[in-house]
T-cell receptor
C-alpha cells in the first residue's frame, strides 16, 4: 500500500525565517515522483516543487528546496526567507511511475502560518 | 490558456439525494482526476479518466461514479448522499501521457454540503 504521512498538522514561522515541513512515505515502487503542493486560503492547489525518485540531487525552486532521503523514505520541504504569501496548507504527495496513470497519494497536510 | 474549471462552486443537498459535479480540463489535457478533500482525511483519490475510460480508481463505494466525454470534460456523480460526503471535491487535469511525468493542474473545487 502507498501511504504519505505528514506529522505536523500546524506550524508557524516568523517572516524572513526558514521553516522545514516533514513528510514520510511508504511504497514498494522503485520509480516514482514526489511533490509538495500549496493550497492558499483561496483553495486553488498549486504545485510548489517535485522530485523524481531516480534523481539523487535534491530539487530546488527559488526559496523552496527539498531534502530527499530515498532509503529513509523521507521528503521534507524547506522554505527560506518566509513571506506572508507562503501562508497556506502544504500537502506532500506521491505518485508511482506515470505508466500506471495519474493516481496521487496525499498526506493530510500541514497548515503553515507566516507571522509578520 | 484557461485553467481547470469546476461547476458548481457550492452545493447544498440533503441526505438521500444525488448530485452531479462537472469539471472542464485545460484545453488539450486528456486526463481528469477527482479527489475528495476533508479536514480529517486530507485529499483522497476517487478516480481518473483518460480518453473517456476510467484508468484508475480509489477506494470509494459504488455510490461514487464518474464519466468523461469526448471533449475531455468530466462529471462525477454521488448517489444516495450521506452526511459524510460533505467535502471539497477537487478536479485535476493533465496531458495524461504515460511515457513521462505530466503535471497535474487543479481546479478551485466544488464545496458540497449534505444536510
Amino acid at each position: 500500500a502507498q501511504t504519505v504521512t505528514q506529522s505536523q498538522p500546524e506550524m508557524s514561522v516568523q517572516e524572513a525565517e526558514t521553516v522545514t515541513l516533514s513528510c514520510t512515505y511508504d511504497t514498494s515502487e522503485n520509480n516514482y515522483y514526489l511533490f509538495w503542493y500549496k493550497q492558499p486560503p483561496s483553495r486553488q492547489m498549486i504545485l510548489v516543487i517535485r522530485q523524481e525518485a531516480y534523481k539523487q540531487q535534491n530539487a530546488t525552486e527559488n526559496r523552496f528546496s527539498v531534502n530527499f532521503q530515498k532509503a529513509a523514505k523521507s521528503f521534507s520541504l524547506k522554505i527560506s526567507d518566509s513571506q506572508l504569501g507562503d501562508t497556506a496548507m502544504y500537502f506532500c504527495a506521491f505518485t508511482p511511475s506515470p505508466n500506471t496513470g495519474n493516481q496521487f497519494y496525499f498526506g493530510t497536510g500541514t497548515s503553515l502560518t507566516v507571522i509578520p | 490558456k484557461a485553467g481547470v474549471t469546476q461547476t458548481p462552486r457550492y452545493l447544498i443537498k440533503t441526505r438521500g439525494q444525488q448530485v452531479t459535479l462537472s469539471c472542464s480540463p485545460i484545453s488539450g489535457h486528456r486526463s481528469v482526476s477527482w479527489y475528495q478533500q476533508t479536514p480529517g482525511q486530507g485529499l483522497q483519490f476517487l478516480f481518473e479518466y483518460f480518453s473517456e475510460t476510467q484508468r484508475n480508481k480509489g477506494n470509494f463505494p459504488g455510490r461514487f461514479s464518474g464519466r468523461q466525454f469526448s471533449n475531455s470534460r468530466s462529471e462525477m456523480n454521488v448517489s444516495t448522499l450521506e452526511l459524510g460526503d460533505s467535502a471539497l471535491y477537487l478536479c485535476a487535469s493533465s496531458l495524461g501521457l504515460a511515457v513521462n511525468y505530466n503535471e497535474q493542474f487543479f481546479g478551485p473545487g466544488t464545496r458540497l454540503t449534505v444536510l
